[in-house]
């Protein structure tokens, strides 16, 4: 199964409505609903439990952060 930011960029890259994307992404991926699950129970911001996340995991989210910020997502 593929890593869900990478589910997420590849929708992305395609532009469009970020809402409609993540909503799509967790149609069709459980392993998104499960990380929303858990940031609503964490009571963090979505910015600081996918920061802490990708800590966890060993990943550098400063190539998406700029690649949202390129297309003006905040």
């Given at each position: 199964?593929?890593?869900?930011?990478?589910?997420?960029?590849?929708?992305?890259?395609?532009?469009?409505?970020p809402?409609?994307?993540?909503?799509?992404?967790?149609?069709?991926?459980?392993q998104?609903?499960?990380?929303?699950?858990?940031?609503?129970q964490?009571g963090?911001?979505?910015?600081?439990?996918?920061?802490q996340?990708?800590q966890?995991?060993g990943v550098?989210?400063?190539?998406?952060?700029?690649?949202?910020?390129?297309?003006?997502?905040?």
């Amino acid at each position: 199964m593929a890593n869900p930011m990478q589910i997420l960029m590849q929708m992305m890259s395609g532009g469009g409505n970020p809402q409609m994307i993540l909503q799509n992404a967790i149609k069709q991926n459980p392993q998104f609903n499960a990380l929303l699950n858990q940031q609503k129970q964490s009571g963090m911001s979505m910015e600081q439990f996918v920061r802490q996340l990708a800590q966890q995991n060993g990943v550098d989210i400063n190539p998406m952060v700029q690649f949202l910020n390129q297309r003006g997502i905040k």
